[in-house]
């Protein structure tokens, strides 16, 4: 079957998670990624966080996916010769260096547009334009600078970071999504542009709904489903709001059977208000429907937290899924706490593909996480991380290199 991105060529010039997320969606939806690495060492995250000797790291692996591995040293005369064919031959051309460092090797957005007009360049920096363009950023740099990590966490503690990638996974989602645009932008226009996905910028994205509630705030003084109200004081900005639900429908992590010794036998309970009467029913608090302290959302406000502790004498009678099972019943929306043991476990998520277990010449078999984003008529195959440099020869031979050509490269160290 035909690829949603078939025929697409990605000069992957990524390394990291931030980066090598967007190439690995590119590839999965279908499009041929080179990743081009120094000889010698590639990606520094194939020696990171190594749990098997010599093998590349899962950090690698897990982010590298479908991709060919063409080594080159980018800084070399022949090497930047071999990069001017790559840009000719690819579409896009995918980094997420320091800034400055791309100019720094001679290539700058004006001479790749000269070597290839039609060419996409993507990139993701740690900021946009501004005070601290230049700087370096990992992940938790842009949770903290983009809002995250001052709306995460509990009001009496300090600013928390969370662990679902926001920055890094966050950002190059956000940057895959920029270059299909750009590809589809490109069949009218029928020339290339810069797509820039800066880090802050991406999580402010994601947090949202937090500069939704400063404004809220400014104007109100408060906000009623924030755990602050109506005891705690608000102060100028958005307050950390613990697990509260963040939306209209007042939630709440509780507690299930199990919890003094597993740590995560918690669910996560929404009290909608279209299932209000239900859950009443559910906890055996028949009276709270028609009681005038409960019976409207408004009203409820005023009572969250004595409300979460009595579903919580009942949840702390159900296991999660017990839990979870009897609620559904009700169309009372409730999440169980799922570690990643048991997410890995998780038969459905193996059926659709979103689990894969892969296997790996050095390192034998392992799993990840698979292609999130289904298209009927495009599926994903997952495939191994290339070794370093194991698609050089055949890249190489693609853009026209004879084997003499090849060795003396090779001879030169510039592969
Ligand atoms: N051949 C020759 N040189 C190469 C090369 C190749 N194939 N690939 C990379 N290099 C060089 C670069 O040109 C750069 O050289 P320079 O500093 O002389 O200009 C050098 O390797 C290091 O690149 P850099 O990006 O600065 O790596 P770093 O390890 O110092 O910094 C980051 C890592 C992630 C902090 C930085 O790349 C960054 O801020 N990136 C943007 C934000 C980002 O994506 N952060 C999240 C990462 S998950």
Sequence with gaps: MSKALDGVRILDFTHVQSGPTCTQLLA?????????????????????????????????????????????????????????????????????????????????????????????????????????????????????????????????????????????????????????????????????????????????????????????LERTGTMHEYPQYPDGKFGEAVPRAGNASGGGQPGSILKCKGWETDPNAYIYFITQGAVWPAVCKVIGEEGWITDEAFKTPAARLLHLKPIFARIEQWTMTKTKFEAMDILNKYDIPCGPILSMKEIAQEPSLRETGTIVEVDHPTRGKYLTVGNPIKLSDSPTEVTRSPLLGEHTEEVLAQLGYNAEQVALMRAKKVI
């Design 28 to 216: 999965w939806l279908g499009a041929d990624v080179i990743k081009v690495e120094r000889p010698g060492e590639g990606d520094a995250t194939r020696a990171q966080l190594r749990d098997v000797a010599d093998a590349d790291s899962l950090y690698f692996t897990m982010l590298n996916h479908n991709k060919r591995s063409l080594t080159l040293d980018t800084k070399d005369p022949i090497g930047k010769e071999v990069l001017e064919t790559l840009i000719r031959y690819c579409d896009v051309l995918v980094e997420n260096f320091a800034p400055g460092a791309l100019d720094r090797m001679g290539f700058t957005w004006q001479r790749i547009n000269e070597l290839n007009p039609r060419m996409i360049v993507a990139s993701v920096k740690g900021f946009g334009p501004g005070p601290y363009e230049d700087c370096k950023v990992y992940e938790n740099v842009a949770q903290c600078a983009g809002g995250a990590a001052s709306t995460t966490g509990f009001d009496d503690g300090p600013p928390m970071v969370t662990g679902a990638q926001i920055g890094d996974s966050g950002t190059g989602l956000h940057l895959a999504l920029g270059i299909v645009a750009a590809l589809y932008q490109r069949n009218s226009t029928g020339h290339g542009q810069k797509v820039l996905a800066p880090m802050q910028d991406a999580v402010l994205n994601l947090c949202r709904v937090k500069l939704r509630d400063q404004q809220r």
